[in-house]
């Protein structure tokens, strides 16, 4: 959502926590923005991140990302999920949670693997001539 849709400034309403019967704790966010239109929308936003969910503060502006299509899409960078008017919760896949951990480690160990391959390639290309010991010195 944040490629397609619009940045824009949002106020904290609400922050709410509820325990789920599996022992993890799901965040919820409530904000409200005024869209191109001028036209005011509160939106639920769901999240996994206790950290994220402790960094906002109630009556304190966010950026937010919206869909000029459907502004009642609305979400803040990190989130999980928009709750729908009405609904508790949305169920996360576990893999959804995780994917931002392993682009990250892809991408580590892609950008470690071009100066490995970079010094592998030259050192097989040039190969270094073994140093010489000295003279050698010996008995008659």
Request: net charge positive; charged share 25%; glycine share 6%.
């Amino acid at each position: 959502m944040e490629k397609r849709g619009v940045k824009e400034d949002a106020n904290v309403v609400l922050k709410d926590s509820a325990p789920l019967g599996d022992g993890s704790t799901v965040y919820k966010v409530m904000f409200v923005y005024v869209d191109a239109h001028k036209v005011a929308h509160s939106v639920w936003n769901q999240m996994s991140d206790g950290g994220l969910w402790a960094s906002f503060e109630e009556k304190k502006p966010i950026k937010i990302y919206y869909l000029p299509d459907k502004p009642d899409m609305a979400i803040i960078p990190g989130a999980d999920a928009v709750v729908p008017e009405g609904a508790q919760y949305v169920p996360i896949p576990s893999t959804a949670k995780r994917a931002g951990a392993l682009r990250y480690l892809a991408w580590s160990l892609l950008l470690f693997s071009l100066p490995v391959y970079y010094y592998a390639y030259h050192a097989t290309k040039n190969p270094r001539q073994p140093k010489s010991k000295g003279p050698v010195i010996t008995r008659k």
